[in-house]
């Protein structure tokens, strides 16, 4: 699994900007000094942060690169096209988690190893697609979720 998805997430990120410019495409992307940034002000107001709060800092500490599309407004046909050039990327990628409602699904596909998932993607086929280059220590993630219960 981990080689069958080895060089996609360059082609991933070519894909996407591709699509950037598109009418009804939202992209924000955050590399490593951005999501330090984000990580460093939140441990500075600290003080005032939950042991929920903690954790999910903990979670995402090992997050090279967020980028986020919005593509619900777009053309029919653009979000169909990308949909499917989308899909076609997740083929080297193991489905984590797929949850449907009301006829929209959301798919959660990473790569698991050693008790991380990398290089997460979280999909919606109602337009909302969330891509997170690096890794997750699961470890964490469960902690978490016993916390939110």
Known sequence: MVSAWAASPLKLESLIRQ????????????????LSLL????????????????????????IKKLIIVDFEDAAPSVKTRFSEKLEKQFEGMELILEASESGEKMRIYGVEEDGRLKDCVLYSSDGVFLYARGSI???????????AQ
Request: hydrophobic share 40%; glycine share 14%.
């Open 19 to 34: 699509y950037k410019g598109e009418p009804g495409f939202e992209t924000i992307s955050m590399g490593p000094v951005a």
């Open 39 to 62: 990580r460093g002000a939140a441990t500075i107001s600290g003080k005032s942060m939950s042991e929920q709060d903690r954790l999910a800092l903990k979670v995402f500490d090992g």
């Open 137 to 147: 220590d699961m470890k964490y993630v469960g902690e978490l979720m016993a916390l």
